[in-house]
T-cell receptor
Framework: AQTVTQSQPEMSVQEAETVTLSCTYD???????LFWYKQPPSRQMILVIR??????QNATENRFSVNFQKAAKSFSLKISDSQLGDTAMYFC???????????FGAGTRLTVKP | NAGVTQTPKFQVLKTGQSMTLQCAQD?????MSWYRQDPGMGLRLIHY???????DQGEVPNGYNVSRSTTEDFPLRLLSAAPSQTSVYFC????????????FGPGTRLTVT
């Protein structure tokens, strides 16, 4: 079974600085998708960024980028120029190409300090 | 568009009671799913559906039933509530292939006493 591990329960960063959230996963599949979701205090889940395993190029979305290391089964999220509105829980998620099951990590609570 | 709506927002049940959590989407999405979120455990998939009339189990299906009679609606039934089912429940939908962004509802906080 696939598992997703986020080893940092909590992190903090100063406004305008850069922070990296870690995620590792375990799977025997070769094709899959990886996601980062954000959950602010409003509890709404919001997609931040996604990556297809067959693409070697790391995905980027404005201030958000990933470092995808397929061999190491690592999928970290980098937030540049952190803003107060980035304060939230961040969840890493995995889904295999040939199934519809989605697995989430336990989350990292990120606090951006002014 | 209203997006994904869930009712109720809060619910308290006694052990052994049954109830249905409602979920509806107006985006004509084929894929819909139910998750539960417990402290320190992230989201876990309960059941999902890839289209009307088609449902399947996720990671934690025991104690829950679903049906998908229309594209828009995907209710989750608790058959006999237990304290272990105290959680926040999220419904989500996406266009089709699981690669696409999942749109989540606002969640239902359920407490079973």
């Amino acid at each position: 079974a696939q598992t997703v591990t986020q080893s940092q329960p909590e992190m903090s960063v100063q406004e305008a600085e850069t922070v990296t959230l870690s995620c590792t996963y375990d799977t025997s599949e070769n094709n899959y998708y990886l996601f980062w979701y954000k959950q602010p205090p409003s509890r709404q889940m919001i997609l931040v960024i996604r990556q297809e395993a067959y693409k070697q190029q790391n995905a980027t979305e404005n201030r958000f980028s990933v470092n995808f290391q397929k061999a190491a089964k690592s999928f970290s999220l980098k937030i540049s120029d952190s803003q107060l509105g980035d304060t939230a829980m961040y969840f890493c998620a995995f889904t295999g190409y040939n199934n519809n099951d989605m697995r989430f990590g336990a989350g990292t609570r990120l606090t951006v300090k002014p | 568009n209203a997006g994904v709506t869930q009712t109720p927002k809060f619910q308290v049940l006694k052990t052994g009671q049954s109830m249905t959590l409602q979920c509806a989407q107006d985006m004509n999405h084929e894929y819909m799913s139910w998750y539960r979120q417990d402290p320190g455990m992230g989201l876990r998939l309960i059941h999902y559906s890839v289209g009307a009339g088609i449902t399947d189990q996720g990671e934690v299906p025991n104690g829950y039933n679903v049906s998908r009679s229309t594209t828009e609606d995907f209710p989750l039934r608790l058959l006999s509530a237990a304290p272990s089912q105290t959680s926040v429940y999220f419904c989500a939908s996406s266009y089709g292939d699981k690669y696409y962004e999942q749109y989540f509802g606002p969640g239902t906080r359920l407490t079973v006493t």
